[in-house]
């Protein structure tokens, strides 16, 4: 049995954390390789690669949700105005800046169409169009609005394991539900175009969610019962990894990411299968208590903040040096370019942060 694990260590939440966040700073840069025109055999490639990081955003939201579970039930006295003002500082505020530097520096990466206007200017900000990695803090930010749900819906589960099992049953039958209608419906679907934006709702990832509170919630089960059929997740994993690939690979050249959407019965397997590798990872390295496990937790804690940074400093790169030596050699480019966003990416995170204590000292100082 794993021990008790302090608000300034390691948890299983930590670990999905950051690694959605190092994963999914390959997407955007497989996005701007493509744009080079590369070789069948490239595409090939790069389309591989492009489905093996593909379980960052249920993974994200499962490590966010076990995380909150870990941190905020034990906390009787928490409210509601509490915890929203904690988010606020922690999560919206690094949002709206980096929208914004988004819109104004670098209003190119902008996806649907460009604003015009005031209204247009509002209207992307909010709709995680202001670049093509911003989808997901309007998805996100909904799970971190709505938490009391899940507050009650983990109380809830607590009564009895009956109840975690009813929950769990008619998640998934909605999850199979919402996939079979995002298929028929969006993915080249008659409304492809109109309802574009039902992929950033937080219905499209409540499994995850779900599963990260339950997760929580019944750990000693959870946790036991993992380390004992690891072998069982590799074999998920290989089997979906395959799975995702053919039917990526089927729509032939050139090769489109929009056709590895998150919404498929394959993506879906994929990302479990991930997160319960990862989940096994962690339990593992914290069981042993790895020096590693301090690292990660405080890697964690800027995951999200080195997330919104990392388009910006992945398209400098590009534009700098990235497109050019990727022309001319696609692996290298696409390795060099990806090591430097993620140092960038974190570097600025811990920077922006240090800067701002510092500020806040000195007004503390002078008042």
């Known amino acids: 049995m794993l021990k008790t694990i302090t608000h300034s260590q390691a948890d299983i939440g930590d670990y999905l954390k950051l690694g959605a966040c190092t994963a999914v700073m390959a997407q955007s840069l497989i996005g701007l390789v493509l744009t080079t025109q590369p070789t069948t055999q490239v595409q090939i490639g790069v389309g591989i690669l492009y489905n093996l990081v593909k379980f960052t955003a249920p993974a994200f939201i499962f490590g966010i949700l076990y995380t909150t579970m870990r941190v905020t039930l034990p906390q009787s006295q928490l409210t509601y105005g509490h915890y929203l003002r904690q988010q606020w500082h922690a999560l919206f505020i690094p949002t709206i800046w980096w929208t914004l530097i988004y819109l104004v520096l670098l209003p190119n990466l902008q996806q649907r169409q460009a604003y015009h206007n005031l209204f ?104 036991h019962y ?32 929009v056709n590895a959407p998150y919404y498929k019965p394959s993506m879906t397997i994929y990302a479990l299968a991930v ?9 593992f390295q914290i069981k042993q208590r790895l020096p590693i496990t301090t690292w990660v937790h405080r890697f964690a804690q800027f995951a999200y903040k080195a997330y919104l940074a990392n388009v910006f400093w992945a398209q400098l790169l590009w534009l700098s040096f990235g497109r050019a030596l990727t022309v001319q050699h696609p ?24 800067l701002w204590q510092k500020i806040k000292t000195r007004f503390a100082t002078f008042s």
């Open 226 to 257: 993992l380390l004992r059929i690891w072998w069982a997740f590799i074999g998920l994993f290989g089997l979906s990894f395959y799975w995702t690939n053919r039917e990526l690979l089927a729509f032939g050249q050139p090769l489109k990411l």
């Open 275 to 283: 997160i319960g590798l990862l989940t096994i990872v962690a339990l």
């Open 120 to 223: 247009g200017f509002l209207w992307q900000f909010i709709n995680g169009n202001a670049a093509p990695h911003l989808w997901y803090n309007t998805m996100m930010l909904q799970f971190i609005v709505l938490m009391p749900l899940f507050w009650y819906l983990a109380t809830w589960c607590q009564q009895s394991w009956q109840r975690g099992m009813s929950l769990l049953l008619a998640t998934a039958l909605f999850a199979s539900g919402w996939l079979w209608f995002y298929d028929q419906q969006v993915f080249y679907g008659p409304h492809m175009q109109d309802w574009y934006l039902f992929d950033r709702l937080f219905v499209s990832f409540l499994l995850y969610a779900v599963l990260g509170v339950l997760a929580w919630q019944y750990r000693h089960f959870v946790n």
């Open 331 to 354: 692996w290298l480019g696409l390795g060099v370019c990806y090591l430097l966003t993620w140092l960038l990416a974190f570097t600025s995170a811990f920077g922006l942060h240090g």
